[in-house]
């Protein structure tokens, strides 16, 4: 049974710094791009960053760019999500989502596995 599972989410003042960790188990990591979304209160989920099988190459929203990182560790059958410099308007529900033989894509339908979603919460 695959599962994802998401941790590290919490309180923040603006401006802070938090990591989040998203383990995997059931599936072969390495055959999976992975990727983060988040959903705000009454939004839809949006991408946040995705990253290939090998962690070769990443990618980024806009909204993200020069302030988040992602990263993985296939030994350890884990994806990161490093937060900085967050905004209130980064405060969301983060997901994270697996792609089988994907390269890292922003769409949300090309995630076939998906992790229950950990609280983030940046205060002004």
């Known amino acids: 049974q695959v599962q994802l599972v998401e941790s590290g989410g919490g309180l923040v003042q603006a401006g802070g710094s938090l990591r989040l960790s998203c383990a995997a188990s059931?599936?072969?990591?390495?055959?999976?791009?992975m990727g983060w979304f988040r959903q705000a209160p009454g939004k839809e989920r949006e991408f946040v960053a995705a990253i290939g099988q090998s962690g070769g190459r990443t990618y980024y929203a806009d909204s993200v760019q020069g302030r988040f990182a992602i990263s993985r560790d296939n030994a350890k059958n884990t994806v990161y999500l490093q937060m900085n410099s967050l905004k209130p308007e980064d405060t969301a529900v983060y997901y994270c989502a697996a792609d089988k033989w994907g390269s890292g894509s922003s769409r949300y339908g090309d995630y076939e596995k998906w992790g229950q979603g950990t609280q983030v919460t940046v205060s002004s």
């Open positions: 059931g599936l072969t990591f390495s055959t999976y791009a």
